[in-house]
Nanobody, 115 residues
Framework: QVQLVESGGGLVQPGGSLRLSCAAS????????MAWFRRAPGKQRESVAF???????NYADSVKGRFTISRDNAKNTVYLQMNSLKPEDTAVYYC?????????WGQGTQVTVSS
């Protein structure tokens, strides 16, 4: 079954941290770059970070220095460590493969940054 399952979101105060996980089916994950995206209320989906199959990374300017993307190829899982969270990071976060044709989107995981 081809799927993406995101988890790890929640409510956190500004300055806090969260670690998101995305479990992907092997057909999506293996040999492909993986990325995290987010959609804030009333805004379009945007790319947050991606990681190549070889471990190279790239980040949106808005999260550079605060977020870290990583992957575990043995577990077909990609992670997003989010530190120093800001209210503007509030969004539903999704993962997908950005350069080989999007797979069906998962349900996402809600991240809310609020005091």
């Amino acid at each position: 079954q081809v799927q993406l399952v995101e988890s790890g979101g929640g409510l956190v105060q500004p300055g806090g941290s969260l670690r998101l996980s995305c479990a992907a089916s092997r057909s999506i994950f293996s040999g492909n770059a993986m990325a995290w995206f987010r959609r804030a209320p009333g805004k379009q989906r945007e790319s947050v970070a991606f990681i190549t199959s070889g471990g190279g990374t790239n980040y949106a300017d808005s999260v550079k220095g605060r977020f870290t993307i990583s992957r575990d190829n043995a577990k077909n899982t990609v992670y997003l460590q989010m530190n120093s969270l800001k209210p503007e990071d509030t969004a539903v976060y999704y993962c997908n493969r950005p350069f080989a044709g999007f797979a069906s989107w998962g349900q996402g995981t809600q991240v809310t940054v609020s005091s």
